[in-house]
């Protein structure tokens, strides 16, 4: 197992079995029918940020509290300025020698992304089809698939009349997909009702095939717009090339000047706040054996290219990063159009890393245009929307006990990796609930979350459930962290 | 008047009147007429680019050949590949004392660049209209309004009897807006139809309103793509930013490479070629008296800024620039979606100045491209269309006949400029037909060519029309130029 601390330091209590036989059968006699409830669920377009699809999204949200009461959990769905929020719990079990039992949270999501571009999925989105043991749909693995692992898990547990060593609490959003806002703004006033002591989402990936992960950091985001004014109106580059500040010449000015050829971001202050990556990460992540040239071709790139003196992982894990987003200036049609254009503008985004602030990215990357300001434009930069990094605690008792159950679940140890995404709302409940976060992603990296013909494979779909029903016996096996 | 060699210098035989008290008269009278045609030809919406404007196109060559031959003038249509070009020509006069008459031949254009984008425009393009003296169309300026001038005043003057001291040929074509391709092809084997001692050209603009000028040189051309290509699919940007390049940002740095931040071209070899602008000129220019102020503020543009050392009609005119005219990568619309994008692509022009040949143009960028090409990604660059840039003889007797047939029109004389755009058949007809060319604008800088509201001046036009008259007549009385 590639960890940073020996599970033998840990409380680790046993070596028995985490689940009943029983149940490991009764799993495997209805692993059929669990992926009939997946294709179910997937059938539902329940695209968040559609308006045309508004009933959909109800319609899923309804499918999972219906999933999770029938199996007896008490169930609500708690009203949001926009898609409810679904709630259930299991009772809270009896202090054992007065220590009180674990809470804990599972997180996930029942909207999905957009499908489009439809034209490039081999099979309709929402017509769920099994090819090669893997289920292709939209919200496959992102995050139908994954999250009804543990719905499926506490539901089919608590259905057969087993007590449950430790409460579990599950919330399912549907705002996910177009930033949680309203989950973040109700999250103060739901804190006694979501208290835990860890909570767990699997909405990522596994490292490889048959290399499940616990994901230990997430990258924060900080997104922007960045608009350049020239000429009132588009110019003839005849009458006024030379003499006229072409906008989208300064756009690329401004932009290139804010990363220097090497990758090395160039902008005064952006990595001022950067926490290093403690050596003993980057050491375990360098014995996951990541092979750049291979990693170059699974992505299509002619090679990878990054900030010297860091590896991929690192790059991607523990390095903040800048990455245009798009741009628009100008003549954007069939055939040449040689105009001045009147405006320029891209759209760029910052991956942040522990330590650093999106406000804070925002004043450098401010200070550093107001510096680098070509001379006859405006411009005009509009921060959307940041949050900072999440670290995970890779040493927390919950942590090794989820190294356990995926153990016991996949066969094989789970390696230490981070996700150089963002999932902003996992801060947030650090911060509000004051509980650690355990990031079990049952996905592969190439299953195309966000993309046409986004899949999962239900074989992790099936490791997934047992991994869950396994991870709460481990959970109870261990001591809860000092308060 | 501003010009480089007095007229007194040159064969100028009289200061009698160029035109017949009773044909001004007709033109007075006919005024309401002329403009009601203008308009009727505006409304044919010739777009050359647009294949479902074909029958458009055809429709405006139609037009101008039937007002042509209406008017007695020997007319065809001679095809081409594309569009047809209209051709016509007035009698050849007997000679006179042994010395063959002068043939001019005026060219111009029927099709017009399209209207996009429309929501700017304030009266729909193909529906022309007169607000405070000017008419609003697509074509208005570039070039039916400035043409029809030469086409009014030959076929008019031809119409009532009158006969012309010199031969005018007419070849107006369809095909300008898209690079006159064909024209070109086909120059050679009508270089004997088209022979001729000048050509006249109204397709530019004046100094300014009042400020008519006679224009002494245009800049070449040379148009580019380029591509640059990541990774196989747009990728996500948290998964993969700071790993794998990203193209868009490469394309940023490869177009702001090739330009200094002070404006000047910064690509090894490109000023290679340029000729220097003569002293003589650079003084005329001086004394046009053009105001930066003023000129950033016509164009709406916050400064002016260029190359260091040169003023900004010698940067319009006389140094050569490069423009980006469109950038597109990733994600153009609403919102925020954080996509590392799999390509980027601009489309760039270079105007060029006496000295430089597009293909040399395109080698040096290439070789510049070499140099700077990021690690991890693919580029290409595709040329489009190149010409060099055209310099009329400004001593020639038709550039001087050609200013006081101005004068005697506008009131005022002319002065020398040059204009930054580029019309590159002009460089072709002096090659193939070794003859001189007048570029008579009557246009204003502010007409909008190839932008919304494209708009020509009516007292501008009826001038023009009085211009072409005189000009005929004034070119009569000059000495052709020794063979």
């Known amino acids: 197992m590639l960890w940073l601390t020996s599970p033998k330091n840990l409380n680790m209590t046993s070596s028995t079995p985490l689940l009943p036989a029983e149940f490991l059968a009764f799993l495997t006699e209805n692993s059929d029918r669990f992926e009939r409830e997946l294709i179910e669920w997937l059938r539902i377009a329940s695209i968040s940020s559609d308006s045309s699809a508004t009933e959909n999204v109800h319609a899923a949200a309804d499918w999972v509290k219906e999933k999770l009461a029938s199996a007896g959990l008490r169930t609500e769905s708690i009203a949001t300025d926009g898609f409810p929020l679904i709630y259930a719990e299991t009772p809270l079990p009896e202090p054992i020698d007065g220590k009180k ?3 804990a949270l599972v997180y996930g999501h029942y909207d999905v992304q957009p499908p489009e571009p439809l034209d490039l999925w081999d099979s309709p989105p929402f017509e769920p089809v099994i090819r090669d043991g893997k289920i292709y749909a939209r919200g496959a693995t992102d995050d139908k698939g994954q999250v009804l692992t543990h719905v499926l898990a506490v539901a089919e547990w608590f259905a ?34 979501l208290a835990c002591d860890v909570v767990v989402v699997s909405d990522s990936s596994q490292y490889a095939v048959d290399r499940p992960a616990i994901t230990c950091g997430l990258r924060g985001i900080a997104t922007y717009e960045l608009f350049v004014k ?46 290093p990556m403690p050596e003993i990460e980057r050491e375990a992540w360098k ?67 522990p330590g650093q602030q999106p406000q804070r990215i925002t004043q450098v990357i401010e200070e550093h245009l107001a510096r680098h300001l070509p001379s006859g434009v405006w411009i005009e930069l509009r921060p959307d929307h940041g949050a900072a990094a999440m670290l995970a605690d890779a040493t927390s008792p919950y942590t090794i006990a989820a190294a356990e159950a995926v153990e016991s679940a996949f066969g094989v140890a789970p390696v230490m990796i981070r996700e150089g995404g963002s999932i902003p709302i996992l801060a947030r409940f650090q ?5 650690d976060v355990l990031l079990l992603g049952w996905g592969q990296n190439d299953d195309a979350a966000h993309s046409p013909n986004e899949k999962f494979s239900l074989a992790d779909f099936h490791r997934g459930i047992h991994a ?16």
């Open 431 to 435: 911060e509000v609930l004051q509980c």
């Open 101 to 103: 039992a674990t809470v």
């Open 230 to 275: 020239g000429p009132s109106h588009d110019l003839h580059s005849g009458s006024f090339g030379g003499a006229v500040k072409n906008p989208a010449m300064a756009l690329c000015q401004l932009l290139s000047s804010m990363m220097d050829e090497d990758g090395k971001i160039a902008v005064d202050g952006f990595y001022d706040d950067v926490l």
């Open 160 to 193: 057969s009349g087993r007590s449950l060593p430790i409460q579990i609490k599950l919330l399912i959003e549907g705002e996910e997909e177009v930033g949680s806002e309203n989950l973040e703004k109700d999250l103060p006033e739901l804190a006694d009702k």
């Open 287 to 353: 014995q996951l054996g990541s092979d750049d040239a291979e990693f170059a071709r699974s992505v299509g790139a002619e090679a990878l290219a990054g900030e010297p003196g860091y590896t991929t992982d690192e790059r991607r894990w523990g390095r903040p990063s800048l990455d245009i987003n798009g741009l628009t200036s100008g003549h954007q049609g069939e055939g040449v159009k040689t105009v001045l254009p009147a405006k320029a503008s891209a759209k760029f985004s910052c991956r942040l890393v």
């Open 468 to 483: 869950s029903a396994a991870l709460w016996q481990a959970i109870s096996k261990t001591e809860p962290a000092a308060a």
